[in-house]
Structure formats: structure tokens, C-alpha cells
T-cell receptor, first 112, second 116 residues
Framework: DAKTTQPNSMESNEEEPVHLPCNHSTISGTDYIHWYRQLPSQGPEYVIH???SNVNNRMASLAIAEDRKSSTLILHRATLRDAAVYYCILRDYGGSQGNLIFGKGTKLSVKP | DSGVTQTPKHLITATGQRVTLRCSPR?????VYWYQQSLDQGLQFLIQYYNGEERAKGNILERFSAQQFPDLHSELNLSSLELGDSALYFCASSVDVVSSSGNTIYFGEGSWLTVV
């Protein structure tokens, strides 16, 4: 499985933008980039995913580098509720399994 | 609410015992996944079923087994329990295996298992 590298932790102030980086230098052409987050004492929650183009949804934006070897999850205005562990995961849409392989993720702390 | 239902939410049992965790996937979802999360190991993929058949196997111990029934609900059976099996067990579901649209996997709230 292609691997991702994320910082162990990041801090942000409330109502400020947050940029969470992810490196995936061994990404293959059929890998989607998925982001999930896990709030304390809850199951992981889907945030966003993309293949080549930048993506926006109500939760966040995903900026994908042109060579696809890195991506950045952007939370436009962090709230206290955004404090969570964020996972960047590569998922092969050409495969027959589809299970997510989680790394250690980035623990985001949001200060009031 | 993800639509994935797991029972029980909390379970305390003794070493050597056997427990069954139950999962009802979201309506219409054919794939079910089981994950284990402990403090030192993070989120570990255990096993995946698709429409009743085993599709992928991860770090699942031989003492553990799972199945998916015709109504698509799934059960994870944990036997000969050890202290180290204490963890949060998540079930997740998706419509299909990965498709060209990169479908989403939805997680339940988990079942807390404590082995004493």
C-alpha cells in the first residue's frame, strides 16, 4: 500500500484557517486521496477526497499538488469542534478491496 | 449519525471468555469492515466482507472471526479473550468496494471492550 506522511500534531487558533499537509510520494495513478478525521471518543468521519483536481465541500477544501505527491487539507475557519486526529489515506480505486489503511494521522488542537 | 449501528456500546468480560459484537450497516451498503483501535496500535483493519463473502483480511487474530449474514448485518466473534484485546472495535460500511467515484466508508460509534 502506498504510504502517507503527516506531522504528528498541529495547533491552530479558533476562527483561523488551518492547512494540514500530507506527503504521498509513492502515489500511483489509480490512488484517490482521502481525508478522514476522528473526534475524541467517536468513529472516524469522512472529510473529503480527490484524485487530481482541487476539491471543495462544506467541511473543507483539498488542494492536490500537480504531481500528486502531496496534498493539503484546508479548514477555512477552525472551530473548537474541529479538534481531532486527521488522517490522510490513499485508496486504490482500481483495487478490489477498498479498505482504508490508517496511519498515525495529525492531531489538531484548536485554541480559543 | 453515520447510519452504522453497533451493539453493544460497552462490554466488560473476563479473560478466556468469548464475545460477539454486532454491526448493522447503512441501508443499501453491501460492504462491511471491522477495525480495532487500541491506545498503542492505532486503527487497525481487521477484515472486510462484501455481500456475504470475505473480501479482504488484515491483522485479524486466529481467535477472532467474522461473518456477514444475508440481511447484510455482520458479527465479529472474539474468543479466548486476553487483556490485550481490550480496545474499541469499529464497524464501517460502504455501498460497494472502491469504485471510480471513490466511495465513502461510514463508521459506527464503536464497541468498547474491556477484558479484565
Amino acid at each position: 500500500d502506498a504510504k502517507t506522511t503527516q506531522p504528528n500534531s498541529m495547533e491552530s487558533n479558533e476562527e483561523e484557517p488551518v492547512h494540514l499537509p500530507c506527503n504521498h510520494s509513492t502515489i500511483s495513478g489509480t490512488d484517490y486521496i482521502h481525508w478522514y478525521r476522528q473526534l475524541p471518543s467517536q468513529g472516524p468521519e469522512y472529510v473529503i477526497h480527490g484524485l487530481t483536481s482541487n476539491v471543495n465541500n462544506r467541511m473543507a477544501s483539498l488542494a492536490i499538488a500537480e504531481d500528486r505527491k502531496s496534498s493539503t487539507l484546508i479548514l477555512h475557519r477552525a472551530t473548537l469542534r474541529d479538534a481531532a486526529v486527521y488522517y490522510c489515506i490513499l485508496r486504490d480505486y482500481g483495487g478490489s478491496q477498498g479498505n482504508l489503511i490508517f496511519g498515525k494521522g495529525t492531531k489538531l488542537s484548536v485554541k480559543p | 449519525d453515520s447510519g452504522v449501528t453497533q451493539t453493544p456500546k460497552h462490554l466488560i468480560t473476563a479473560t478466556g471468555q468469548r464475545v460477539t459484537l454486532r454491526c448493522s450497516p447503512r441501508s443499501g451498503d453491501l460492504s462491511v469492515y471491522w477495525y480495532q483501535q487500541s491506545l498503542d496500535q492505532g486503527l487497525q483493519f481487521l477484515i472486510q466482507y462484501y455481500n456475504g463473502e470475505e473480501r479482504a483480511k488484515g491483522n485479524i487474530l486466529e481467535r477472532f472471526s467474522a461473518q456477514q449474514f444475508p440481511d447484510l448485518h455482520s458479527e465479529l466473534n472474539l474468543s479466548s479473550l486476553e487483556l490485550g484485546d481490550s480496545a474499541l472495535y469499529f464497524c464501517a460500511s460502504s455501498v460497494d468496494v472502491v469504485s471510480s467515484s471513490g466511495n465513502t466508508i461510514y463508521f459506527g460509534e464503536g464497541s468498547w471492550l474491556t477484558v479484565v
